[in-house]
């Protein structure tokens, strides 16, 4: 079965822009290449290790997105509680990446697509400046923090993606 994704048309940022809307362009450059680069997969494809001892694969990545996307909007910045992960536990803190072999792909692309959206939400209308509700490591955490802290986070895992992708089926690039 093939693996379809929404939002892979990536729009590049803009060269002028104020700085709230720079740093949302770059994050959802980056979201977007993430999806591009498990768009038209198969399941199987999407489940691929890369090698061993590592659990990293292309769902995994996903997953993984999905729990930050969640951690940084609905916790940090919105200060909501959350006991378990979406696909972690105690039991397993990696569920993220660790629990692909039977997962279904349609849903967690569905989870993170909901997750973006609602870190859309959460941050839609803020001013950089704002204060998360809850700290970090005992720190405050800012919305600008969250943004470009994202933006490393996809950036670095898409680079992840891009060895993947290849190791999958060659394909290089975007």
């Given at each position: 079965?093939?693996?379809?994704?929404?939002?892979?048309?990536?729009?590049?940022?803009?060269?002028?822009?104020?700085?709230?809307?720079?740093?949302?362009?770059?994050?959802?450059?980056?979201?977007?290449t993430l999806a591009v680069?498990?768009?038209?997969?198969?399941?199987?494809?999407?489940?691929?290790?890369?090698?061993?001892?590592?659990?990293l694969s292309l769902l995994?990545?996903?997953?993984?997105?999905?729990?930050?996307?969640?951690?940084?909007?609905?916790?940090?910045?919105?200060?909501?509680?959350?006991?378990?992960?979406?696909?972690?536990?105690?039991?397993?803190?990696?569920?993220?990446?660790?629990?692909?072999?039977?997962?279904?792909?349609?849903?967690?692309?569905?989870?993170?697509?909901?997750?973006?959206?609602?870190?859309?939400?959460?941050?839609?209308?803020?001013?950089?400046?704002?204060?998360?509700?809850?700290?970090?490591?005992?720190?405050?955490?800012?919305?600008?923090?969250?943004?470009?802290?994202?933006?490393?986070?996809?950036?670095?895992?898409?680079?992840?993606a891009d060895l993947l992708?290849?190791?999958?089926?060659?394909?290089?690039?975007?």
């Open positions: 079965m093939t693996t379809t994704t929404s939002g892979t048309d990536r729009i590049e940022p803009p060269f002028a822009a104020d700085e709230n809307a720079m740093l949302a362009s770059w994050l959802d450059f980056h979201r977007a680069k498990c768009q038209g997969l198969t399941d199987e494809q999407l489940r691929l290790r890369s090698v061993p001892p590592s659990t995994g990545l996903v997953r993984h997105m999905a729990e930050v996307e969640r951690h940084w909007y609905q916790g940090i910045l919105l200060g909501e509680e959350h006991s378990e992960g979406l696909y972690w536990s105690a039991e397993d803190e990696d569920g993220d990446f660790n629990g692909v072999d039977t997962a279904d792909t349609a849903e967690a692309f569905a989870t993170w697509q909901a997750q973006i959206d609602l870190a859309r939400r959460a941050a839609e209308g803020l001013p950089l400046e704002t204060v998360g509700r809850r700290k970090r490591r005992g720190a405050d955490v800012t919305l600008r923090w969250i943004q470009v802290h994202m933006i490393e986070e996809y950036a670095r895992h898409n680079g992840h992708r290849e190791l999958v089926d060659g394909s290089t690039g975007e």
